[in-house]
Protein backbone atom coordinates (compact mmCIF):
# COMPACT_ATOMS: atom_id res chain seq x y z
CA UNK A 1 0.00 0.00 0.00
CA UNK A 2 1.21 3.72 -0.70
CA UNK A 3 2.01 5.90 2.20
CA UNK A 4 3.29 8.82 1.09
CA UNK A 5 4.28 9.75 -2.51
CA UNK A 6 6.55 12.96 -3.44
CA UNK A 7 6.70 13.86 -7.30
CA UNK A 8 9.03 16.68 -7.89
CA UNK A 9 8.73 18.47 -11.55
CA UNK A 10 11.41 19.76 -13.22
CA UNK A 11 10.83 20.07 -16.83
CA UNK A 12 8.00 19.56 -18.71
CA UNK A 13 7.66 16.14 -21.44
CA UNK A 14 5.98 16.41 -24.86
CA UNK A 15 4.96 13.78 -27.13
CA UNK A 16 8.13 12.73 -29.10
CA UNK A 17 10.41 13.14 -26.95
CA UNK A 18 12.50 10.14 -26.04
CA UNK A 19 12.99 9.46 -22.35
CA UNK A 20 14.43 7.01 -20.15
CA UNK A 21 13.32 6.17 -16.58
CA UNK A 22 15.42 4.65 -13.52
CA UNK A 23 14.12 2.86 -10.48
CA UNK A 24 15.42 1.92 -7.05
CA UNK A 25 13.88 -0.04 -4.41
CA UNK A 26 15.35 0.54 -1.04
CA UNK A 27 14.16 -1.32 1.86
CA UNK A 28 13.90 1.21 4.86
CA UNK A 29 12.89 -1.18 7.62
CA UNK A 30 10.80 -5.05 7.90
CA UNK A 31 7.79 -3.24 6.93
CA UNK A 32 8.56 0.01 4.49
CA UNK A 33 9.90 0.16 1.43
CA UNK A 34 11.15 3.19 -1.12
CA UNK A 35 11.25 3.47 -4.42
CA UNK A 36 12.92 6.45 -5.57
CA UNK A 37 12.56 7.14 -9.38
CA UNK A 38 13.85 9.09 -12.22
CA UNK A 39 12.66 10.26 -15.58
CA UNK A 40 15.50 11.63 -18.14
CA UNK A 41 15.28 13.11 -20.87
CA UNK A 42 17.47 11.82 -24.63
CA UNK A 43 19.78 12.47 -25.15
CA UNK A 44 20.93 14.91 -22.76
CA UNK A 45 19.65 13.19 -19.53
CA UNK A 46 18.70 15.92 -18.05
CA UNK A 47 16.13 15.32 -15.34
CA UNK A 48 12.17 15.62 -16.31
CA UNK A 49 10.40 14.21 -13.04
CA UNK A 50 12.43 12.70 -9.54
CA UNK A 51 9.14 10.67 -7.56
CA UNK A 52 10.02 8.32 -4.17
CA UNK A 53 7.41 6.40 -3.35
CA UNK A 54 7.04 4.76 0.13
CA UNK A 55 5.29 1.72 0.79
CA UNK A 56 4.37 -1.12 3.69
CA UNK A 57 3.39 -4.77 3.50
CA UNK A 58 0.11 -5.71 4.52
CA UNK A 59 -1.14 -8.95 5.91
CA UNK A 60 -4.62 -11.12 4.86
CA UNK A 61 -6.20 -8.78 7.31
CA UNK A 62 -5.41 -5.42 5.70
CA UNK A 63 -2.58 -4.24 8.55
CA UNK A 64 1.28 -3.37 8.48
Same mark, same amino acid.
Given at each position: ?????????????? $??? &? =??? !???? /? *?? $??? &? =??? !???? /? *????????????????????????
Amino acid at each position: MVVRAELDDKLPLT $SGV &R =FHV !DLDL /L *RE $SRL &R =FVF !DQRI /L *RLPDEKPVLAARIIGTALNARGRP
